[in-house]
């Protein structure tokens, strides 16, 4: 009996069975795991009523997705954004199983979102949201179940609303079910710039097993915020000459190299509003994607998704993408890149220093004991180094390109659980 194959109208939702499918098949995947896999285990709807600042009652929709939890409890985000829904869930909860099982940590993949325009609340309203989200989302999420983090538009503070809400609720602290808090609160440090130091280490490793010193390889990093302002940064130390960043206000460029602390100093200064507008120093041209383009080795995406599309990969210079940003790469820009003999290491691969570094956060907080930022450090670097090797050396073996060595790895890893603990009952 073949498989029936689900679809989705929802595009993420499709482009993540398509991944999924893909890879199964190349691996000679069975039958009964391909169901097991291509379906969330427990999907949430719920409904948050909040007294607004007007005195009027609006009930928001929110939604918590646990894909899997073969390896261990669901790790994931929660988005509050105007187009969250319960599909584009799904699709990234199953793009978190990938992840955590690829980043070799103990955790399954789930993610989550309120659909709520963030520009049309007040701190009020959205701390009200926050909690009630929390309440209705309780009875599913613990550090055993379901361990949820910061994502589009939810930050540290919103994760305290939540464990102050859960742990009210349940009589006592219950600070391991979410990740992203601030160190004053259970956080941990290392990590702001935990998901940029993972991608700048991916990129150093790939030149390192490519023969490439680091030491003068020139990059272009799209995006300044905490992805692409930290891999700037950790690829500069690297000795890396950072040529050409980019942010929403346009692109800069500098043959010589960009100074990177004085690009950090302009976005930190208040009066640039996090943004590089103005900067002296490098070229301006018009448009954050002009940096695609740039002449360079390492062309790094850590803005935003569908960057890299069927309409511009053709004109990209770079030998080398790291992706820092989630889903910079469209199937169809990728088969460009595939067809010129660019290597792309994928996002998931590249990025997962955030979740690696969520899960040090988790572990720190069940034993009660905090680690300096350079132990975290360090043993994250350890973890992103091992990783990207482990799929480099399968690429090698399996003769596939990196994208679909990191599903073959990280599906396969899925399925043995899935194999060793056997279906229930
Ligand atoms: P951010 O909001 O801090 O920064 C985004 C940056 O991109 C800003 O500098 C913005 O000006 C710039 N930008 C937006 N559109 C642009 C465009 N068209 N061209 C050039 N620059 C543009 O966000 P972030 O946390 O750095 O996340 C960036 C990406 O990385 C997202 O895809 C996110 O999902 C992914 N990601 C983030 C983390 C994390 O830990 N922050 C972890 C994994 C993946």
Redesign the pocket.
Known sequence: MAVVKRTSSNSELSTALENFYGAAEEMGLSEGLIEILSRSERMLCVSIPIEMDDGSIKVFEGFRVQHSSAIGPAKGGIRFDHEVCLDECEALGIAMTWKCALAGIPYGGGKGGVCVDVTKISKKEKEKISRTFAARIEPIVGAWTDVPA???NTDGQVMVWFTDTISKMRNRLEPAIFTGKPPLFWGSLG?NE???LGVATCAIELLKVEGIDPKGATVAV????????FTAKFMAEAGAKVVAV??????YFNPAGIDIKAAFDH?SNPANK???TGFAGAEFKE???A?IFADCDILMP????S?ITGKNADKIKAKYIVE?????TTPDGDAILKSKGIIAIP?FLA?????I?SYFEWCQDLSGYFWSKEEYNERLVKIMSNNFRDVWAYAKEKNVVMRRAAFMKAIQRVADRVEMRGVFM
């Open positions: 910061p994502d589009m990590r935990a998901t940029g799209q995006g300044f915020g905490n992805v692409g302002s980019s942010d929403l206000s346009g692109s976005i996090k943004l590089l448009g954050g994607d940096v850590c803005a935003g998704g960057q820092g940003a989630n889903y910079p996002d990025n997962s220093g955030g979740v570094g």
